[in-house]
């Protein structure tokens, strides 16, 4: 199975348009599209403009194919009228030859990843998925513990997240460009389990079980605010962001 995440970020005023659009083109065209499972839009907090279009697919050749069709470009054509400029201008010259600037558009940006591991219930995929809560965890891991972090996410962390109130499907992503970088995506029936399940400690407690599998940079991190109760930021750090569903259909 494979996971696709579709960034975009959309102008204010028409958040609730391009929901309609995502709802009424977007989800119908996926949903005759051969190896599309669900498509589901995503966001982390309501008065945002930044949206994750979530989709599922068999396989990354059926998701690179989409990629490339007519349909697709058309979609993302159609789809600029709502999508948000960028705060970056550049300069150009003019037919008349002035030099004007202007903003410079912004463009979906496209993250790929294998489903490494999931849950025996995620094949059910959400049949009620408004009300949803998508929370997603970004790993990087130590190339030569690769295979020992997905065992110990398989063996230990899946069970128990199985166990835990309000968690409906399990997945462990790997990203299909660099091989160490993970992304662990849990969905759960609200937001209120995922906050309870990260207030319980449980969070932390399966984090110990796997975190010397994580970069070194992110160790050594761990170290120092160990030992001089500082916070060290590196680019290696684990980050947690969590996502209502705003909208989504399993196509199964």
Not at 6 to 18: C, G, N, V, Y
Request: net charge negative; with cysteine.
């Amino acid at each position: 199975m494979f996971m696709r995440f579709l960034q975009l970020k959309t102008k204010l005023d028409r958040i609730s348009e391009f929901k309609n659009f995502y709802e009424t083109e977007v989800m119908p065209e996926l949903h005759k599209t051969p190896g599309c499972l669900f498509a589901g839009l995503i966001k982390s907090k309501p008065e945002e403009n930044e949206l994750i279009s979530l989709t599922f697919w068999q396989t990354l050749a059926h998701a690179e194919k989409y990629e490339s069709s007519e349909p697709y470009k058309k979609l993302l054509g159609q789809a600029k009228i709502y999508l948000s400029e960028s705060a970056e201008w550049k300069l150009q010259l003019s037919e008349n030859s002035e030099l004007l600037y202007a903003p410079v558009e912004e463009e979906p940006v496209t993250k790929k990843y294998v489903v490494a591991v999931k849950n025996e219930d995620s094949d059910e995929f959400m049949s009620h998925s408004s009300n949803m809560f998508v929370r997603v965890l970004s790993l990087v891991i130590q190339d030569d513990k690769l295979d020992e972090f997905k065992k110990l996410y398989a063996e230990h962390i899946i069970p128990s997240l199985k166990l835990t109130e309000g968690c409906r499907y399990v997945y462990l992503t790997e990203s299909v460009n660099e091989k160490n970088e993970f992304i662990s995506v849990t969905i759960w029936d609200k937001k209120e389990y995922a906050e309870k399940y990260e207030a319980s400690g449980k969070f932390q407690e399966l984090t110990n079980i796997i975190k010397h599998t994580f970069s070194q940079f992110y160790l050594w991190k761990m170290s120092l605010e160990k030992n001089y109760g500082a916070i060290v930021s590196t680019s290696d750090d684990f980050k947690i962001e969590g996502y209502n569903i705003v909208t989504g259909k399993s196509f199964l």
